[in-house]
């Protein structure tokens, strides 16, 4: 029998679920991808990502939980306490067009084994699309999204000295993998990769396509000119590590007002910092054409740890990955 606490997490709609979910690799693509799959009239994406069924894992999402100001207890998302408002709020993000598929994606799910438990317990068979890109180029995209976004306090190299974690364990995609394959049947995962796309992304929608049972043809030649998510990033990095430093308070300010449990007061960012980061993004602007060198040695030492960390990884998958991406 399924514990109380694990069959809350079980839907008892399960026609309100998704069809699929586009589950990462975080980094990889799956913005893009996100866009073109919602351009298909017989499919119909959630806008935001939505993160639910790891939502209350600190690890996966320590910008989730919040103090609440009046009470001082930390607010968590735990469904637990009250399935239906959960429920609801995941359902209300699908518009449930008629005979639309209904997607979302969560970029958490792949390095997440909790996601891959609860989705696997659904009444609903889910697919899941995973699109990999080379393990080292993600994870020094990675450093530059947590770095623009005001997360990284440290350069790549003591990043990688201090907190590896924080960089390197979205692309421990081997192991990721199995947990997946050992819970979800084989047919309801398709795994791509980011370089096959970038190279030929008609091939590779087509391949999505048969696999979510959707009419390729639908397609005009410009839905499948889409590249979104493209990163700005700052003029200085010495300059928004040190503003990082300074204000490393935004967090989950930004997921406040979006989560189901919101605490019933929260502390308001103080004038001082809002006056500090607007100088900053003044002196310090962040656009398409800057860029942040990696230093080879880096990327060698990258390149050898992730060598040894995915060998295996086309049996997991039954799929030429490892010879693309090593020598």
Request: proline residues 5%; neutral net charge.
């Amino acid at each position: 029998m399924i514990e109380s606490s694990h069959s809350s997490w079980i839907s008892d709609e399960p026609e309100k679920l998704p069809d699929f979910i586009i589950g990462g690799a975080m980094k990889s693509g799956t913005t893009t991808l996100h866009t073109i799959l919602h351009k298909h009239p017989d499919i119909d994406m959630a806008h935001e990502e939505l993160g639910f069924f790891d939502m209350d894992n600190l690890d996966q999402h320590p910008d989730f939980s919040f103090e609440d100001l009046k009470t001082g207890a930390l607010v968590t998302q735990d469904l637990t306490k009250d399935p239906e408002l959960f429920w609801n709020w995941y359902y209300s993000k699908f518009t449930n067009k008629q005979g639309c598929l209904k997607g979302e994606d969560s970029t958490t799910y792949l390095a997440s084994p909790i996601a891959a438990e609860r989705i696997a317990m659904q009444k609903k068979p889910i697919k899941l699309i995973f699109i990999l890109r080379h393990p080292t180029q993600r994870s020094i995209s990675n450093y530059k999204h947590l770095l623009k976004s005001g997360r990284a306090t440290r350069n790549l190299e003591r990043t990688l000295r201090d907190e590896p974690e924080k960089i390197i364990k979205r692309s421990q995609y081997k192991e990721q993998l199995e947990v997946y394959y050992d819970q979800i049947p084989a047919h309801l995962i398709k795994v791509v990769l980011f370089e096959d796309f970038i190279e030929d992304p008609q091939k590779i929608i087509k391949e999505l396509c048969e696999f979510l049972n959707v009419d390729f043809q639908k397609y005009s030649e410009a839905d499948l000119n889409v590249h979104s998510n493209k990163t700005k990033l700052p003029r200085s990095e010495f300059l928004q590590l040190k503003r990082n430093k300074i204000l490393n308070y935004f967090g989950n300010y930004r997921y406040v007002n979006f989560l189901p449990n919101k605490p019933s007061e929260q502390k308001r960012i103080p004038f001082s910092h809002k006056l500090i980061n607007k100088i900053h993004s003044w002196i310090n602007p962040k656009d398409f054409h800057y860029g942040i060198k990696t230093k080879p040695e880096t990327i060698a030492y990258l390149d050898a740890y992730f060598k040894k960390e995915l060998e295996g990884i086309d049996t997991i998958v039954q799929k030429e990955i490892y010879s693309k991406w090593f020598q």
